[in-house]
């Protein structure tokens, strides 16, 4: 056949619209781009065709930042909402709301008064997103500090009803409650304030105070029932139950935080309880069980550091076995690979296994045989050392102590210049790095 043949091109060409057609459809699989709201349409009319263009404009002003602009296309597109046809009209409320919000946050002139306005207008428009924009709404207040204004928006919306209440709209009144309960909180704390500064505490004062208490502890108790993560709230809970001498109390909450199994695993609850306990003087055998659980589910964790002193200050066998495994499992992690406390803990907790367990090396080899494939080349490669000898030279000391007993065959590549052991040399700018003999080391008598 002549190379030239135009029907081989031709087949050629269909091959590679068939490739560059499957390609695209793999990557619009992968990507799962989401379908667009206005799209032009052969009987679109001319209301519809403004509308289309109009949020073009909008979207394009938002990329590049021209904000006043868009709040100008914004109040146009806003006619929509009297659009009662199509079904593509069922996402306008909350297009106007997310692009309103986004746009009175960047514009140069929004007063408060806008974003109510914005808010009351989508709350009207429509009931699927009520309870969410008055919780929004309730937010933007309070971190502008008009904490009665939010906590009256939160009532309102607690009393809310719609048709038959569904089970997420009883899962968001909850969540309301919740927050309402956090308001309260917030009120109790800056009562608690204003009764420590004064020299002579008011007694109406004071028992405000415990009316905000109440109210806030019988809402924050209600959420907890729910499985979930409620890290503010059980910090908020305790700090009152503390203030109120009620300690047992504060730490039966923690642990059902912890350790009830309906709640999602959570390190925070951990750390929550650990922490308590810790300010309560508990015995080293408590925070090492709660510090163990933490240290299963986040290795990586500062705490463990502490975790690490507690077993090692046990002086049992066994507990320094523990620590070297914990010490060992952080240094796992690149963001500890700089660290001289972490490594300093390595070296301590070896110098103990050498006085305590004659059979060290043996406890030593069990634990990094299953690391010898990557961490010699997470710690000890001549570009550490070099960044080790420039940023910390202590730290490239320990370092290079520890590298001859964990991993001796690669102790060498761990250098900033040469290193040379009779007729061995090891030579880290050089492109053929040859190893050192393995160092025996010695056995303690026992």
């Not at 290193?419 to 061995?424: I, K, L, R, Y």
Request: net charge negative; proline share 4%.
């Amino acid at each position: 056949m002549d190379d030239g043949d135009p029907t081989t091109e031709l087949g050629l060409h269909r091959e590679l619209d068939e490739e560059d057609s499957s390609d695209d459809n793999l990557q619009k699989e992968k990507l799962k781009l989401p379908n667009p709201i206005y799209v032009e349409t052969p009987r679109e009319t001319d209301f519809h065709m403004t509308t289309r263009l109009c949020l073009q404009q909008i979207r394009e002003a938002m990329l590049h930042h021209r904000w006043v602009e868009a709040a100008e296309y914004l109040s146009s597109f806003a006619q929509t909402l009297e659009e009662t046809s199509g079904s593509s009209m069922r996402h306008v409320p909350e297009i106007i709301w997310r692009i309103g919000t986004e746009i009175l946050h960047y514009h140069p002139n929004t007063r408060r008064e806008d974003y109510s306005s914005l808010y009351e207008l989508m709350k009207h428009s429509g009931v699927k997103h009520y309870l969410m924009i008055c919780m929004e709404h309730s937010f933007h207040l309070m971190v502008n500090g008009l904490i009665d204004e939010a906590q009256l928006q939160l009532s309102i919306a607690e009393s809310w009803r719609y048709g038959n209440p569904s089970e997420e709209q009883a899962q968001r009144t909850e969540l309301m409650q919740a927050y309402r309960s956090m308001l309260d909180y917030i009120t109790w704390c800056d009562k608690k304030a204003t009764q420590y500064n004064a020299d002579d505490p008011d007694a109406c004062e004071t028992q405000e105070m415990n009316i905000y208490f109440r109210k806030s502890t019988i809402g924050l108790k209600g959420i907890l029932k729910n499985p979930g993560v409620w890290d503010p709230f059980i910090l908020s809970y305790v700090n009152m139950l503390e203030f109120h001498n009620d300690h047992d109390g504060a730490l039966e909450v923690l642990n059902n935080y912890a350790y009830d199994d309906t709640f999602p695993q959570n390190p925070n609850a951990h750390i929550y309880l650990y922490r308590f306990l810790k300010k309560q003087g508990a015995p080293g055998k408590k925070l090492m069980k709660v510090l163990k659980i933490l240290h299963k589910m986040v290795p990586s964790h500062e705490m463990m550091l502490e975790y690490f002193s507690l077993l090692l200050k046990s002086e049992t066998v066994d507990n320094v076995h523990e620590a070297l495994g914990v010490i060992l499992d952080m240094l796992d992690y690149a963001c500890w690979n700089s660290s001289l406390d972490v490594w300093n803990c390595l070296k301590t907790v070896i110098d103990n296994l050498k006085l305590q367990d004659k059979d060290w090396e043996d406890i030593i080899l069990q634990k990094t045989v299953p690391r010898k494939d990557w961490w010699p080349a997470l710690h000890f490669t001549s570009f550490h050392a070099r960044k080790d000898a420039a940023e910390n030279p202590e730290l490239m000391r320990v370092k290079t102590l520890l590298a001859g007993i964990l991993y001796p065959d690669h102790a060498c590549y761990y250098t900033a210049g040469e290193v040379t052991s009779g007729a061995s040399t090891c030579k880290t700018k050089g492109e053929n790095i040859k190893a050192l003999p393995p160092t025996k080391i010695k056995k303690k008598n026992s």
